[in-house]
């Protein structure tokens, strides 16, 4: 099978007369101020028909390349076009089917799961297809944003993940139940109550008149490639898939089309009885890995999806020997490759879209014995306070194909615009968009193994600096700690930052043990002598409430001067209680920001505050000593 990769788009399938029905419609969806709620699907096929054009099956031309003939680790740099009409790339999608009558299901391939109900199957819809489906569903708002017309949706209640909630079935002597780090994270169900909420959710969508299917990929690297289908209830769902996942290149990718795992989302349904199932609210998220199959209840939020893909590929690679990472990539002209490592709103997308620099992903990437490589096609970026001028690359790429996810919108000359200073529904307010959305993006998607490593933390005690070098030892410290903090609206009940340790910069979404991570790190960074380097994007001159938080500017010229060389120029300083090395200066930075305890009035607090931070890294890392091959926690804070 060819290996499908993130630069295949979607084209436009509007005819003349849907032209003028889609102005009409979006005329329409421009005359309220406020968001509706999100809908569940109204079932309703002669609407359905409508917006299907009653077309079983459209195609357009294409000019696509097969991944393996393109060579790796050459910056490619596109066209950014603001329009459908004068975006050429959106055409090399060409997959789109739309199934009608009794038999749409099995010729959709979800007969197999047991869903035979709905009429109507919309597949692998088009971009367009996709914008004209959530107008005329009333699904959400269109936006008049700065660089193009852009759906918006409201999540609801749930904004943020509910990791409470996520659940993998413990199937007795399997080899997940063997492999599985069972606890807090990857809470464990019986094969039972899995069965009993899938019946649940086949039941519910047999209910529905449609429904949406899309097929597609994770992972760009044929090696690990696996094949991912989803069951949606609305257009705009599918849309976030299809913006984040790998997109087939033309129907006969997926000739044959066999899904390694299927996602079925009856998001709208809850799980009434979960305390009878022993689950800890209506909501659920349950895996159930030898089945290969997942079902959603009762959160709209988009991010679901791509997360628990994501700690599907965090379970099935390392078991190649491949090493998973969340982290964001990018590579210069000279196929230097460097990670990002760091959870929700430490930099991960920030940092990695630089207009110097091609971006290979923005949050999730695989290392094997070629390089790098992304698992997604495209990016889900954080909106809180974007403006063109801190995050240019990420502001104009929120145009048609690309859609937001709880932000606000206000009335400016009788148009609908977002306001990403409002924060009142959630400071997590996103925005997913296909990769090509951004000017330099690397066309591959995957180049040679990274010259830097960057652990991106988000101090909430104002203790670290906003650069420091790592000896390879810290390197394994740092990781294996992944100190950060919470930042408000990732995740439900966070409402201000609070510090955190996640192993790996990723703990909620490790299905092994961190040390299983840590080892395949070490053989990475012992084989290809890799830099690695502590950012600080958190707080200066003081905790969280009186300390401000640093500048996006000031961490990009720190990252800048590490990806240039230029960090090499200068002097170092050992900080006595960490034992990182300190940079005595780095261009366009204040030389003062670059030691912590300058930047605060009073230096015994600031004392006192890093003898607190330190004493919370010994105490976090007892966990870890005696497991793996060596123990790094000597390596570590001295108290």
């Known amino acids: 099978m060819i290996a499908t990769q993130s630069r295949i788009f979607l084209r436009t399938a509007t005819g003349i007369g849907g032209k003028t029905a889609l102005k009409a419609l979006i005329a329409r969806a421009g005359t309220s101020a406020s968001y509706a709620s999100v809908s569940q699907p109204t079932g309703v096929k002669a609407g359905a028909a409508a917006i299907a054009g009653r077309t079983t099956k459209t195609h357009f031309p294409t000019n696509h390349t097969n991944v393996r003939h393109r060579k790796q680790h050459v910056a490619y740099k596109s066209a950014v076009a603001h329009s459908p009409s004068d975006d050429p790339l959106r055409g090399n999608y060409n997959s789109t089917v739309t199934y009608e009558g009794d038999d749409a299901c099995s010729k959709a391939g979800i007969d197999a799961l047991g869903i035979t109900g709905p009429n109507i199957i919309f597949k692998n819809q088009t971009f367009e297809q996709l914008f004209r489906h959530e107008v005329a569903n009333g699904e959400g708002k269109v936006a008049d944003a700065q660089y193009g017309d852009t759906f918006c949706v409201d999540t609801g209640k749930f904004t943020g993940r509910s990791p409470k909630d996520k659940w993998i079935v413990r199937n007795v002597g399997s080899e997940s139940e063997a492999n599985i780090d069972w606890g807090k994270v990857n809470q464990p169900t019986s094969p039972e109550v899995f069965d009993e909420l899938y019946e649940k959710a086949v039941k519910h969508f047999n209910s529905l008149d449609k429904a949406y299917v899309f097929d597609g990929f994770c992972g760009a690297n044929p090696k690990s490639q696996r094949k991912i289908r989803f069951v949606h209830e609305q257009a705009w769902q599918q849309h976030f898939v299809?913006?984040?996942?790998?997109r087939a290149n033309e129907e006969s990718d997926l000739d044959g089309f066999d899904p390694d795992f299927t996602v079925i989302n009856a998001c709208s349904q809850v799980v009434e009885d979960w305390e009878r199932h022993g689950l800890n609210s209506e909501v659920a998220c349950v895996f159930n890995v030898e089945k290969k199959c997942a079902v959603i209840f009762g959160t709209w939020y988009g991010?679901?999806?791509?997360?628990?893909?994501?700690?599907?590929?965090?379970?099935?690679?390392?078991?190649?020997?491949?090493?998973?990472?969340?982290c964001s990539a990018n590579v210069g002209k000279a196929g230097d490759s460097a990670l990002f490592f760091g959870l929700s709103g430490t930099g991960k997308t920030t940092l990695s879209a630089d207009p110097h620099r091609a971006l290979i992903g923005d949050d999730e990437h695989g290392w094997d014995e070629d390089g790098v490589f992304n698992f997604e096609g495209g990016c889900y970026a954080k909106t809180i306070n974007l403006s063109e001028e801190t995050e240019p690359d990420i502001y104009r790429a929120i145009h048609r194909d690309a859609m937001l996810e709880n932000v606000a919108l206000k009335e400016d000359g009788g148009k609908l615009v977002p306001d990403y200073f409002d924060t009142s529904k959630t400071e997590n307010g996103r925005v997913s968009y296909p990769i090509f959305h951004i000017e330099n993006y690397h066309e591959p998607q995957m180049a040679?193994?990274?010259?830097?490593?960057?652990?991106?933390s988000c101090d909430a005690f104002g203790v670290l600096p906003p650069i420091a070098k790592l000896t390879p030892e810290q390197a394994m410290y740092h990781f294996i700690s992944g100190y950060t903090a919470k930042v408000a609206g990732t995740e439900r009940g966070i409402t201000e930052p609070s510090a955190t340790f996640s192993a790996c910069f990723g703990a909620a979404f490790l299905t092994l043990h961190p040390t299983r991570y840590a080892e395949l790190l070490k053989e990475k960074l012992e084989k290809h002598s890799a830099n690695a380097w502590i950012v600080n994007s958190g707080w200066s001159g003081g905790a969280y409430g009186v300390g401000k938080r640093m500048s996006i500017k000031t961490t990009r010229a720190c990252v800048n001067a590490i990806l240039d060389g230029t960090i090499e120029n200068t002097t170092w300083e050992k900080d006595e209680i960490f034992g990182w090395e300190l940079p005595a200066s780095i261009p366009d930075v204040d030389s003062s920001v670059l030691h912590p305890k300058s930047t605060w009035s009073n230096p015994e607090e600031y004392d006192a505050a890093e003898k607190k931070l330190a004493e919370m890294y010994v105490k976090n890392f007892e966990k870890y000593k005696g497991k793996g091959d060596v123990d790094y926690s000597i390596y570590g804070p001295k108290i």
């Not at 040679?448 to 991106?456: D, E, V």
């Open 303 to 326: 991010g679901e999806n791509k997360k628990g893909i994501f700690s599907l590929m965090n379970y099935w690679l390392p078991m190649q020997g491949q090493f998973p990472m969340h």
């Open 448 to 456: 040679g193994h990274p010259k830097n490593i960057i652990f991106l």
């Open 242 to 246: 299809t913006n984040m996942f790998i």
